[in-house]
């Protein structure tokens, strides 16, 4: 290790020395609005607190505020995060980019259904699945063009997101090919044995994963609001 390299780590490890450092440290991966909010509420008790008792140095007032990495943990936990702000809904969605945004899952079921539908199968269960899909997109560009509380924004959004149309849509299939026998419970036990069943199992788990991002994330966005 080089003597640079030394003492640059050197500098990364020694707490902030003035009541920026720790602000600049704490609020770290904030927005910048919430880091905003978070300053101004530290700098208002910085100057009750210095107001209250003179003699306190800012070394003194920094201790007791404690580890600018402890209180970035809590805050991150708290406060609207950069990461977080990429999982909430948009905030204006067009209807040209709403029913755009449901032609790759279309494009994916109409793929799908190729093969019967040459044979003149399953064309009723796809025209379904279609019009599921352009619902939705329409009751997404609707609800989300609409003011809503932070987390039911969230979940309209979720519920109405391609992939929810998508699995909709799929499990109309399903159902339908199972009630005019094209799919036996028999071989739907054996698909779900495969691969492919796996990484719908996969996909499934990971949308709704994400719904519970995107709600958390509203939730520090609403009390950040409120």
């Not at 920094?62 to 999982?87: C, Y």
């Not at 698909?191 to 994330?217: D, K, M």
């Amino acid at each position: 290790m080089t003597g640079e390299l030394r003492s640059l780590l050197s500098r990364r490890r020694q707490p902030p020395g003035t009541v920026a450092e720790w602000l600049h440290a704490a609020t770290d991966g904030l927005t910048p609005e919430a880091a905003r909010r978070v300053r101004h509420d530290y700098l208002n008790h910085f100057q009750d607190t210095r107001a209250a008792q003179p003699d306190l140095t800012h070394t003194d007032i920094l201790r007791r505020w404690g580890s600018a990495d402890t209180a970035n943990r809590g805050l991150r936990r708290a406060h609207l995060t950069v990461r977080d702000a990429r999982r909430l809904p948009p905030r204006h969605l067009s209807l040209s980019g709403s029913l755009w945004s449901t032609s790759a899952p279309a494009a994916g079921l109409t793929v799908a259904a190729l093969p019967d539908l040459r044979r003149g199968e399953a064309v009723t269960p796809f025209l379904l699945s279609v019009g599921i899909l352009t619902v939705l997109a329409l009751l997404r560009w609707w609800v989300l063009s609409r003011p809503l509380p932070p987390t039911r924004r969230a979940a309209a959004s979720w519920l109405t997101a391609p992939l929810s149309g998508a699995l909709m849509a799929g499990l109309v299939v399903a159902l339908w090919s199972l009630h005019t026998g094209t799919l036996t419970p028999d071989r739907l036990i054996a698909w779900s044995r495969e691969p492919a069943s796996w990484v719908v199992v996969g996909y499934v788990t990971f949308h709704i994963w994400r719904l519970s991002l995107a709600v958390n994330a509203s939730r520090k966005l609403g009390a950040g609001t409120a």
